[in-house]
């Protein structure tokens, strides 16, 4: 299944059970972790710049080309690099709120049958130290 169709499917699942408070941080979150991937995604397969080039050219992104099996290894850039430095945004939103949305997500895609990830694999890619590390160096904590 496409990223974009992913997630379509589930903020749709997420807006019929979340209060619209919680589900804007969901949708608000999603959108930054699409920006993330069309942005630097690209770095992590082969002929990126190319292959960049010639879906922008397009009209397309990454997440109209690629498939759910590219989400799960660009959670770390995401979550250690993307949001602490390129959102502006508090520290609750920072150290709660984006891990457990994604956390949440590939809980789901695992559910779905589209992610085989234990718990624990996910917890990690959600909450390791390398990202608490990059938010001391920026004065987070």
Not at 39 to 45: Q, T, V
Not at 97 to 115: E, Q, S
Not at 122 to 137: G, R, T, V
Request: with cysteine; hydrophobic share 35%.
């Amino acid at each position: 299944m496409l990223i974009k169709q992913v997630f379509k499917e589930f903020l749709e699942e997420q807006k019929k059970r979340l209060s619209e408070k919680t589900y804007d941080d969901y949708e608000g979150i999603i959108e930054l972790f699409e920006a993330s991937l069309d942005e630097y995604a690209w770095n992590g397969i082969s002929d990126g710049h190319r292959a960049y080039n010639d879906a922008h050219n397009k009209g397309l992104t990454y997440m109209d080309i690629y498939d759910h099996t590219h989400i799960f290894e660009n959670v770390g850039e995401f979550l250690d690099y993307f949001v602490p430095r390129k959102v502006i945004c508090g520290r609750e939103f920072t150290l709660k709120t984006c891990p457990r949305v994604i956390r949440k997500l590939l809980k789901w895609m695992r559910d779905k049958g589209m992610l085989d990830k234990t718990n624990e694999e996910i917890k990690w890619a959600c909450e390791n130290q390398m990202w608490e590390d990059s938010l001391k160096d920026m004065g987070f904590l």
